[in-house]
């Protein structure tokens, strides 16, 4: 009786396993990119001719979720396959936690392809639309009624290079109460300069209409730079020469 193993890869989200993860040489590999058709095939031969040993990455990979993943553990051990998971080591001990995980991460897994499709179409993220823009049918939109307010905050701190001043002047001038913190996001937020960003890290330049130019977000960039070797009292103090003038 031989030896198999089974891996699922979603192309969208991670690569396939190499080779060396497998400590008991399998003799044959089913492997499943996107789809489930080499899981069926397995279910199909292990019916035929079930195998001594079956080995997973991980249980997940078994289905979609926790009840998908239950069933066909069970239609497997029904077979008397013994079946070894590498990262779940003690599966039967926590097998309820197991599936519980795998079908909170479920929603988590959902939300990421999602992700993956927008950025390989360059579509904006799932979720609101920041403050100044709208949602279009395929990208951002300059909101008419908020993207001046955006501009004059940007505007604004490049004339004072002062969060705190500039978080004021947009209450006292607009009514647009924010903090500090939201307002170094707004002026670190890629969407601003035109560009999305996917989950913190991927950036696809040039998707939208900007609301500051690339010369003006080089210079914010500098200032930030420049308020960092400062005391954080100083760097958000109402003059930009606190902290340097005495």
Request: charged share 25%; with cysteine.
């Amino acid at each position: 009786m031989k030896i198999i193993a089974y891996t699922y890869t979603n192309p969208l989200l991670d690569s396939p396993p190499d080779a060396s993860i497998w400590d008991h040489s399998p003799e044959q590999v089913y492997q499943d990119f996107g789809n489930r058709s080499q899981r069926q095939q397995l279910l199909r031969d292990c019916q035929e001719t079930p195998p001594r040993l079956l080995i997973l990455r991980r249980l997940a990979e078994l289905g979609d979720n926790g009840t998908e993943v239950s069933k066909i553990l069970q239609s497997l051990e029904a077979l008397d396959i013994d079946i070894i998971a590498l990262e779940d080591p003690d599966y039967k001990l926590n097998f309820a936690k197991i599936l519980q995980e795998i079908s909170k991460n479920e929603l988590s897994n959902r939300l990421k392809v999602g992700h993956a499709h927008n950025r390989l179409q360059a579509l904006p993220p799932p979720g609101k639309a920041p403050y100044g823009y709208r949602r279009g049918k395929e990208r951002y939109i300059l909101d008419r009624s908020t993207a001046p307010v955006v501009k004059d905050f940007f505007d604004r701190f490049l004339i004072s290079a002062s969060l705190r001043s500039t978080v004021r002047y947009l209450e006292k001038r607009y009514g647009k109460k924010i903090s500090v913190a939201t307002a170094h996001k707004w002026l670190t937020n890629p969407v601003y300069r035109g560009d999305l960003c996917y989950l913190g890290q991927d950036i696809i330049p040039d998707t939208h209409t900007p609301i500051i130019s690339r010369e003006e977000a080089a210079q914010i960039d500098r200032i930030l730079r420049n308020n960092r070797k400062l005391p954080p009292r100083s760097a958000s103090a109402p003059r930009s020469l606190a902290g340097l003038v005495v």
